[in-house]
Every structure is written in C-alpha cells, then in structure tokens.
C-alpha cells in the first residue's frame, strides 16, 4: 500500500535562508505524489505534483520538489523564505481509483525574522 | 467568485443533535469529496462523488450520510452527533476522478459539546 512519512513536524527557518521540508514515500509502483499547502483557518491549496514525467517539478510560489526513487524521498524546498510561507505543508500521495490520497502528518512551517 | 464554499464556517451544537454542512463548486468538476481534519491536523478522506455517484466509501459511521443533488453539490448530513466527530469537515473537487488536482474549501468547523 502506499503511504507517506512526513519527517519533521515543525521546521524553523529565518527569512531569506533555504526551506526543505522532508517526505518519504512507500509504494510499489511509481507513485503520484503532491505536495499542499495549509495556511491557517484555510483549505489547502496545491504546491506542485508529480506523475512520473520530469523528477524535478516546480510548483508555486518558489517551491520546487525532486522525485528521488533511489532515496524514495520527494522533499519540498525552497531557495528563500518569506514571511508569507509560514503554514502547514502536507505531503500526499495518490493511493487508490476515484483520485483517492492519503495525506501526510504534515509539517508546519514557521519562518522567523 | 469563491470556487468551493463550504456553509457554515462554524458549528456548534450538541450531542445527538443532527447537523448538515453545504457545499458547492463553480468550477463544473466532475468529482467533489469530503474530508476530515482531526485536531491533530490528520486529514482523512470520508467520501467522493462523480457525477453525483459515489465513487469512495471509506470506514465511515453511518451517521455520516453525503448527499449530491448534482454535480455541483456535495453536503453531508451528520445524525445522532458525538464528541468524537469534532473536527474540521473540508470540501473539495477536481476535474475529474483521474488524478487531478483537488481544490478545497476553507473547511467547517464542527464543535460537539
């Protein structure tokens, strides 16, 4: 069955330094990974998704994440932080027919001056 | 021009009372689902309609009843409510039940006291 491990569930950057936000993923086929975006008291908003095409996928708002099938591992970044990222990110992954995902424990993201 | 609303923002009520939460999409997607977020923030799929048919049927009370009038509509109707069933109810939809992005509602708030 596939799942996924969301490594870290907070993460503490300062403004202007590097994001990675951690997930490893388990599946027996190649997987259909997403990564969403939680800010608070609002719905989630899509990042970026991966479908077996291109490792490296760009998303919103500066994020990118890399599909690594050897490290099994599909991890957020992102080059510099801003105020505005301060959220919780969950990892997702496709797990069943009628679009079916599982989420992540989720991460929250808080970003410091 | 909201594309998922979800109504009411917040509920309060009490045990054994009976509840429901609307939700609609204007963005004409086939497929609209209802999630759980615990207070965890563990998000959890409950239910998915396609062209008003039910698709996904998770382990889910039969207190929980989703009901799709049309395509547009997904509500769920809640009897005999429990503390247990605090928690934030999303509404979501995609294009299609084929791996397509989902766009969520800003989530009701349920409160069982």
């Known amino acids: 069955a596939q799942s996924v491990t969301q490594l870290d569930s907070h993460v503490s950057v300062s403004e202007g330094t590097p994001v990675l936000l951690r997930c490893n993923y388990s599946s027996s086929y190649s997987p259909s990974l997403f990564w969403y975006v939680q800010h608070p008291n609002k719905g989630l908003q899509l990042l970026l998704k991966?479908?077996?095409?291109?490792?490296l996928v760009k998303g919103i708002n500066g994020f990118e994440a890399e599909f690594k099938k050897s490290e099994t591992s599909f991890h957020l970044t992102k080059p510099s932080a801003h105020m505005s990222d301060a959220a919780e990110y969950f990892c997702?992954?496709?797990?069943?027919?009628?679009?079916?995902?599982?989420f992540g424990t989720g991460t929250q993201l808080k970003v410091e001056l | 021009d909201t594309a998922v609303s979800q109504t009411p923002k917040y509920l309060v009520t009490q045990m054994g009372n009976d509840k429901s939460i609307k939700c609609e999409q204007n963005?004409?997607?086939?497929?609209m689902y209802w999630y759980k977020q615990d207070s965890k923030k563990f998000l959890k799929i409950m239910f998915s309609?396609?062209?008003?048919?039910?698709?996904i049927n998770e382990t889910v009370p039969n207190r929980f009843s989703p009901k799709s009038p049309d395509k547009a509509h997904l509500n769920l109707h809640i009897n005999s409510l429990e503390l247990g069933d605090s928690a934030v109810y999303f509404c979501a939809s995609s294009q299609d039940s084929n791996n397509s992005p989902l766009h969520f509602g800003n989530g009701t708030r349920l409160t069982v006291t």
């Open positions: 309609y396609n062209n008003k048919e039910l698709i």
């Open positions: 991966y479908t077996s095409a291109a490792t």
């Open positions: 997702v992954v496709l797990t069943g027919g009628g679009n079916k995902l599982t």
């Open positions: 963005l004409g997607h086939d497929t």
